[in-house]
């Protein structure tokens, strides 16, 4: 069963400008979370999707914007990037409807984004 | 969700049990204590939760207090691919819409040969 894959796996981008990137959850799973993780703020919530619908979303700008797509595939874009938006971009999936005490996510590799 | 608390780094010999500690005193009854674990470059990888009961898999053994103000993630026989990050974190069961994770510090685990 393949994992999570999250693409690209490498960027580098400039102040500015914007990056989008992607996400294809494990097959069968419909939830779909955003990490951000920097080595001074830690791994931070972004938002989360389930069935095409942002159904959380954490305290960031609102330059920080995602959609998921029927196949449950998302996407999380940054506009107007700056210098600390360098970070590595994580995503999990997760089957909902699954017992209410498990609590397994599975996070892909991350895409690591450099702003210059 | 519930604040925890962990030690910043530890160390452990490879083949000895590794026992990281979590302090929770603020959990509530109906909040579970999971544990993740995050290897250099790769994402989390989730490990084993639990709600009162100490619990128990092919990773690792998890032992929470009687009072739930504390827990004790175990791996029995440690290696040197254990060496990660790992992350407790105690929150309400996944329902739809809640799958925000609070990840703290953690603790860096450090197996040496």
């Known amino acids: 069963k393949a994992g999570v894959t999250q693409t690209p796996r490498y960027l580098i981008k400039t102040r500015g400008q914007q990056v989008t990137l992607s996400c294809s959850p494990i097959?069968?799973?419909?939830?779909v979370s955003w990490y951000q993780q920097t080595p001074g703020q830690g791994l931070q919530f972004l938002f989360e999707y389930f069935s095409e619908t942002q159904r959380n979303k954490g305290n960031f700008p609102g330059r920080f914007s995602g959609r998921q797509f029927s196949n449950s595939r998302s996407e999380m874009n940054v506009s107007t990037l700056e210098l600390g938006d360098s970070a590595l971009y994580l995503c999990?999936?997760?089957?909902?409807?699954?017992?209410?005490?498990?609590?397994?996510?599975?996070f892909g590799e991350g895409s690591r984004l450099t702003v210059l | 969700d519930a604040k925890t608390t962990q030690p910043p780094s530890m160390d452990c010999a490879e083949g000895r049990a590794a026992n990281l500690p979590c302090n929770h005193s603020?959990?509530?009854?109906?909040?579970?204590v999971y544990w993740y674990r995050q290897i250099h470059s790769q994402g989390p990888q989730y490990i084993i939760h639990?709600?009162?009961n100490n619990e128990t898999n092919e990773m690792a053994s998890l032992i929470i207090t009687e009072d739930r103000k504390s827990s004790t993630l175990i791996l029995p026989h440690a290696t040197l691919r254990d060496t990660a990050v790992y992350y407790c974190?105690?929150?309400?069961?996944?329902?739809?819409?809640?799958?925000?994770?609070?990840f703290g510090q953690g603790t860096r685990l450090t197996i040496n040969p």
């Open positions: 097959s069968g799973h419909r939830s």
């Open positions: 999990a999936s997760s089957l909902l409807r699954q017992p209410a005490n498990t609590g397994e996510l599975f």
């Open positions: 639990g709600l009162k």
């Open positions: 974190i105690v929150r309400v069961p996944i329902i739809q819409g809640a799958q925000k994770l609070v």
């Open positions: 603020t959990i509530s009854g109906n909040e579970y």
